[in-house]
């Protein structure tokens, strides 16, 4: 899942860096409104992990109070951990630009990320496989255990982890936006590569 909506998002600031912008009043509603829309994709979330972002651990804590309070399910009973290499993708030299030439970058550094060109970044940024190198071993291990597994975290990160996991195209995954609290659900049986994409922001791949 992604984050709730935050202040640099609405003034469109490329905000990668923890700590990061706190969710707006629009982000909180956001992710309260989430946690009861995950009560009705799966009614056996076992762990919530998150990044180490202020924005990722504010909507973590409301997704799961407002999950735990749908189901009947006593508060402080799902586990919620933090994990650094959950973060976004650096934005590098970027970060904290507003003007159209640095968007410009991000989506063409994007587009990069979804045709599988691993070593695409930003100006002084991360790569695409630097952050699978961080997010893959999290995604493995937690598929190893039973149930379903929530991680809250942020939308250039989630498409590529996907985008390298599954079996997700680039073209699907360049038309369908991942908004605030939109969710990637995966079937993670078999390799990381050989994954399977359940939905992606509530899109089915080969459904349209």
Not at 81 to 87: E, F, K, T, V, Y
Request: aromatic share 4%; net charge negative.
């Amino acid at each position: 899942m992604r984050h709730g909506r935050t202040f640099a998002n609405a003034a469109k600031v490329l905000d990668t860096r923890p700590p990061g912008a706190e969710l707006s009043v629009i982000g909180r509603t956001q992710a309260d409104d989430a946690g009861r829309s995950l009560a009705t994709l799966s009614r056996d979330i076992r762990t919530v992990t998150c990044s180490i972002a202020i924005r990722t651990q504010q909507t973590a804590v409301a997704v799961l109070k407002s999950y735990e309070e749908t189901l009947g399910i006593a508060p402080g009973t799902i586990p919620l951990s933090i994990n650094a290499d959950l973060r976004e993708i650096d934005a590098g030299s970027i970060e904290g630009n507003t003007d159209s030439h640095s968007h410009d970058l991000y989506t063409h550094a994007l587009h990069g990320w979804m045709n599988g060109d691993r070593s695409a970044a930003m100006p002084d940024g991360e790569t695409a496989g630097q952050v699978v190198e961080r997010m893959r071993p999290i995604l493995e291990e937690l598929a190893t255990h039973d149930g379903d597994h929530l991680i809250v975290s942020h939308g250039a990160a989630m498409r590529i982890v996907t985008r390298f996991g599954t079996n997700v195209t680039a073209d699907f995954a360049l038309q369908h936006y991942i908004d605030n609290t939109s969710t990637i659900v995966i079937d993670p049986t078999g390799e990381y590569g050989q994954w399977k994409l359940i939905t992606w922001a509530g899109a089915e791949l080969g459904a349209e």
